[in-house]
Structure formats: C-alpha cells, structure tokens
C-alpha cells in the first residue's frame, strides 16, 4: 500500500533529547539536589500529568513536597517551559510538507505544554493531533493510535509512526502500522525517501 501520511511523537523527534530529562537536570540544578533523586519523585508523579488527572500546578505542589523544596508554581511553570529545546531542522521539514502526505502529532504530553505547541510554528500543519493529556489516554495504548488514525483519516498500514521510544514503536506495528526508530533527521530522510518521498533540503544554519 502506498504511503499516504505520517505519524509523529513530539518529545525527542521535534525536541533536541528528551522535554523530561531536560526538566529533571534544570529542577535538579536548579535547587541543588541529586539529578536520580528529582527523577525518582518526578517520573512516580508525571503519569498524573500526561492523562490530563492532574493540572500543572498541582504537580508541582506534589513534587515540591517530596523533594522538600518551595517555589512558587509561576516560577515552576517557567522552568518547565524553559525545557522545551526545539529540534528547529523537523520544524523546517514540517514547515515545507508535502500537501499531498497527511501528517499527525501522537504525543504523551502534558497542560501548559500542550497549550504552548498549539501556538508554536507551523503547528496548523498538522491534520491530526492527539495530546494524552487531553484525551486521557497514552501511549502504548492501542485507543491513542486508533484516535490519531480516526483523525487523519488513513488505515494503519498506509501511515509511517516515527517515535524515539522503542515501546511505542512495537505498539504500533502491532496494530498494522509502518514505523521508523527516530534517531536524527537523515535518517528520517532516508526512511521516508525508502517509501518513495523526497523531502526538501534542510536550511543551512549559521
């Protein structure tokens, strides 16, 4: 079957390494605490985040209390969006798209930050999103891919699923997709350029 679109993670394909171990070293670096002991409390908390239980705010009053720092949540809510590290070379290639390949976001992602994607470059390129916070379900979850499938509007087997997670990544062909091991944006070329697309060169950064 023909490739007729393309089925995107966001953390760690659009991002420059992973949005939750940038959050845990600048948290740890921040307060002066061990970077393993902010990642213990923080990853036994963020499942609450990525299907929408919790707010943003009330994480952080959780995670404040079992590290035993105090911060105001404003000042919290900066550091997170100081996380975000754009992979700007995806951004470019999303920017020049071929209109005739649908493209989707599948993301485990979080309030706040999915607000702020939603406002960020060329996300009204996307033709389908599923943000877990928002629906409620993640990743692996065979009823996330099956949402991001009803919204594109393709069967499984004709959309290509590229996440950096090797979990997803077998949920995935399990359910009939094709699916690509995100490392860089070359391979990714040539993933894509395998099933017969060609996409634009990247911009030269200075």
């Known amino acids: 079957m023909e490739l007729?679109?393309?089925?995107?993670?966001?953390g760690g394909v659009f991002t420059v390494g992973t949005?939750?171990?940038?959050?845990?070293r600048t948290l740890a670096q921040h307060f002066g605490l061990e970077e393993a002991r902010v990642a213990e409390a923080y990853f036994a908390r963020v499942?609450?985040?990525?299907?929408?239980?919790?707010?943003l705010a009330e994480f952080w009053e959780a995670l404040a209390e079992a590290l035993g720092v105090e911060a105001p949540y404003a000042s919290?809510?900066?550091?997170f969006l100081s996380c975000v590290?754009?992979?700007?070379?995806?951004?470019?290639?999303?920017a020049a798209w071929p209109p005739e390949l649908r493209v989707g976001l599948l993301s485990n992602n979080y309030p706040v930050i999915s607000q702020y994607l939603?406002?960020?470059p060329h996300f009204d390129r996307f033709d389908a999103v599923v943000f877990s916070n928002e629906e409620g379900v993640k990743k692996p979850d065979p009823r996330a891919f099956q949402l991001a499938l009803e919204r594109l509007e393709?069967?499984?087997e004709a959309v290509l699923f590229v996440d950096d997670n090797a979990e997803n990544l077998e949920a995935a062909r399990q359910l009939g997709f094709r699916t690509h091991h995100?490392?860089?944006?070359?391979?990714?070329?040539?993933?894509?350029?395998?099933?017969?697309?060609?996409?634009?060169?990247?911009?030269?950064?200075?």
């Open 19 to 24: 949005f939750d171990g940038r959050v845990v």
């Open 118 to 120: 939603r406002s960020g």
């Open 76 to 79: 919290f809510e900066l550091l």
């Open 85 to 94: 590290a754009p992979r700007h070379e995806m951004y470019a290639l999303l």
């Open 154 to 156: 393709l069967p499984a």
């Open 182 to 206: 995100f490392q860089d944006p070359e391979g990714f070329r040539a993933a894509l350029k395998a099933e017969g697309v060609t996409l634009p060169a990247a911009p030269q950064t200075p």
């Open 47 to 55: 499942a609450h985040l990525e299907v929408g239980a919790w707010s």
């Open 4 to 10: 007729r679109g393309v089925l995107f993670d966001w």
